[in-house]
């Protein structure tokens, strides 16, 4: 696209016509104004495909977990050895209100007796589990190899008044059960708290299970306010899953066709464009410019901050040369951008530091309810792990779970931050590439240097991959790649399919997400801040060359490059910019392959 950008010698001719200047070597939203219409067109189609590119790229190939919904049977020790149960025994459900159990809306053990029944004759089959490693084993929302569990308890029977569903009083083996599903009473109240309900002041419809706490209670634990003493699980075969969206990989295929096309038709390209500074010197050595003629000490700032007029009115009269002193001052780095790229790039970066931020301490809160605080709890986790403590909302599935509809706007949301991320690396190359082309323009006024171009010819050099030497360039695209791909960790579809008993697959819980994970999010923050004040330090490097700062402009390329006629293959021997010798009251500096000197404070050039 930089290259794209790039103007040709005939469009840099027009433009100083009409008194503008273009950007060379570095990229220029100007440019696109006098570039041909065919460059224009490419121009666009890659910055277009570019963004659908990065809203839907990684996700085009995706994992999914798996939950059950299983169901929680407290029974007594009766229950093992064949103990009959009261088939009116209703479910429990979490009342807000009176903050306990009261019975449910799944109906009574009848709905569930073909699962009760099975798990007395076949309990033996059953895994035993401890207290401890029973609330272990089901303290997710997503628990992919458990099923249905029995809670054992040693509470005696005898007239002990049950939920049932006439509230009589009998004897039962099974005291009562609890219907899990993915998001219990539409989210309103935790899913787990059958496990967490026996902690004090927990209250299940404004924080989730604690589940570290729970195990560190584990011996105190009860369910229907019945102590538990362990719990037999029934152990069910885990699915998983990788999978690739057809549309997705459509729509990645589409545009990387429409990418390498340009890219050819670019590569074809018939006209000869100025890349890079070397090529513009070239340009101008070869064919000097009129309009930038007796301007050789003209800096970017005396087209930028004197405006047009003053070389508008020189080009009308056309009247003595413009002489102007030596100024030998420090510069630095930071001087080769202009004030607009460097405001625009770290207004991005600190937008993007302080929306980061945000939510990392919102993702932080959320896991501190769930009793997740720790570096080490986070570090456990890991990147982009789908967990449900750590996702963003539910998109249920209205039709099927190939449905593309809730992935596709989940997948967008996802990847706007890859996007701004690919912005911001376009202005921060863009700052890199004005700094180093910048101080290999100025290292021409201290030694003899043959120009670096796209196209070598005689003693000429060939250039680097525009504009960037590759101990800076791969430094760059290295740390943004990892950038990208610690972006991709942060935020991330979550796709979790749920099955009930059968194995069969159960529509209305399963959804389609946006995750996110909490120590990827916080490298996200140092990373990115890293190459923020890296790249700000680098903008305390100084010059070593006193030529005036051109910063890409045009004009001023120009205008240190009219050698002297017996000069002539000046642009393919290796050149030195200084003042001329045999001039007396105004001297002339520019780039030559023959003798110059250092310009001298209080001399006048031109």
Known sequence: MQYLMAPTREEVNRAHAENRCLAIGIPGIRNLLAISRRRLILFILLALSSVSLHLVYNSAVFDTVTGRIYSVFVVSESFLDGGTYNASTTDMAWDPERNGWSSGEHGSLTLNETSISKLQKNITQLQHLESVDCITAYGNQLVPDRGNVIAVTNSPLVNMTLWSASNDTFNSSVLGFYQYTLNADGGAVDSLVWICAFLEHYNATQEDCNIARARAGAQNWTIFDQPIQYCLSEQKESFCTLEVSLTIMIIVIFCNAIKAVCMVVTVWDPEAVLATIGDAAASFLEQPDRSTRNFCMASRDTFTVEGKNAWYLWLEEDKA????????????????????????????SFVALAITTKYLLESLDQLRRTGTSSITDLWTMGFGAINTRSIISFDKWNEKPSDVQPILKTVVITNVPQLFLTTLYFMYNSLYTAMLSEDEWQRYACSYKALRVTSPKGQQRSTYFL???????????ESFAFLHWLCSQSLFLARGIIYDESDNIVLSDSFATCGWSSIAIIFVLVVGSLVMLVTMAMGFRTFRGTMPLSGGHSAVISAACHPPESDADASIRPLQWGA????????????????VSSPVRGQLYA
């Open 321 to 348: 040369p413009i002489a102007k002193g030596c100024e030998v001052k420090l510069r630095f780095w930071h001087c080769a951008p202009n004030q607009g790229r460097w405001i625009l790039t770290l207004i991005l």
């Open 467 to 477: 504009s960037l030497p590759y101990r800076y360039s791969v430094p760059i695209s």
């Open 580 to 595: 001329l010798p045999g001039a007396a009251l105004v001297c002339h500096c520019t780039l030559s392959s023959q003798e």
